[in-house]
């Protein structure tokens, strides 16, 4: 009785609800054939592969993976975070994304999901009309992967959010991402925090952004949430007010960069809030240059007084406290 049998029965199967072939040397292929079969029947559960949760999981992981290969799984949200997933898994779960209508939400950060999960994904992707955030944070899909989501991104119009947060993404990664980002019309949310995209790479990030749909770039943790979202907002080109406070914050020279680079392109902010950070030199001088790009006079409040030279060199006036 082999996997075409096993097939033939399942599309004929009125009665059995739940199927567990976990352990068996199934491949790709009988992946596929068992998930199409199932769906055309009765089952409801199909098991092929046992997820390990490190942490709590409101909805149990593996009922509802089994739930989603067969289309019975109706929620909004699929939480696989932290499962040991592997591009063997992630393949089967993107079978079953080309026809799913229902979810909104998938996390599947922290696990194994590598290039060829990532491409499955994709492929998912590009014909999913439902999902609208998507997790992948703490993976490795490195540069393939992020080009396999960005060509995705060219072709879906539902994703609203997308979380690439230390996946070893580069240069050609970030650089395929902001192109797809500047065709994208739906994509509202990236963030890409922890990885390498280099001097040359965070520049066409936040000019990408300015000139896309995108509102919220994330590429830097900040300790404070409201700080958090406000620089996001900042780098995605979707703040329009006046005065830009990020007093104890935790900005970095790093950061600074960003922001210089963020004030080329803003026309609101006319005071900028930067007190008790961790501010080099450097960092105020990528500031400077930004500000000086657009030729604005900006009130740069409560500098540290080490940094007095800096400012008085630039078109800014230093209000100390």
Known sequence: FGLEELAVALRQNTVLRKLSLIG????????????????????????????????YHQ?????????????????????LHFCCIT??????????????????????????IRVAGAKA???ALSENRSVQILNLAGNALGD???????????QNNSLVELVLNKNNIGQVG?????????????????????????DFGLQVLVRSAYRSSLEELY????????????????????????????ERSGITDSMAQALGM????????????????????????AIHKGLELRKRRTSLLSLPSKMSLVVRSSRLTSHSV
């Open 262 to 285: 963020a004030l080329t392109m803003n026309d609101t902010v006319t005071k900028l809030c930067l007190r008790y950070n961790d501010l080099s030199a450097n960092g105020f001088e």
């Open 144 to 154: 393939a992967g992020a080009q396999a989501m960005a060509e995705a991104l060219e």
């Open 24 to 55: 068996n040397d199934i491949g790709l292929d009988g992946t596929q054939a068992l998930v199409t079969a199932a769906r055309a029947g009765a089952i409801e559960e199909l098991h092929l592969f046992e997820l390990r949760p490190f942490q």
């Open 174 to 198: 970030t650089e395929a991402l902001c192109s797809a980002m500047m065709t994208n019309g739906s994509l509202k949310k990236l963030a890409l925090v922890g990885n390498d995209w280099g």
């Open 59 to 79: 909805t149990e992981p593996n009922q509802a993976f089994a739930e989603i290969l067969v289309g019975s799984f109706s929620q909004g949200e699929l939480d």
């Open 121 to 123: 994904l994709a492929m």
């Open 87 to 112: 591009d063997e898994i992630t393949q089967a779960l993107a079978m079953a994304l080309k026809y799913n209508q229902t979810l909104l939400h998938l996390r599947l950060d922290l696990n194994k």
């Open 219 to 246: 590429l830097f943790e900040l300790p404070r949430k409201e700080h958090h979202q406000v620089l996001a907002r900042f780098l995605g080109g979707n703040f329009d007010k006046k005065e830009l406070d990020l």
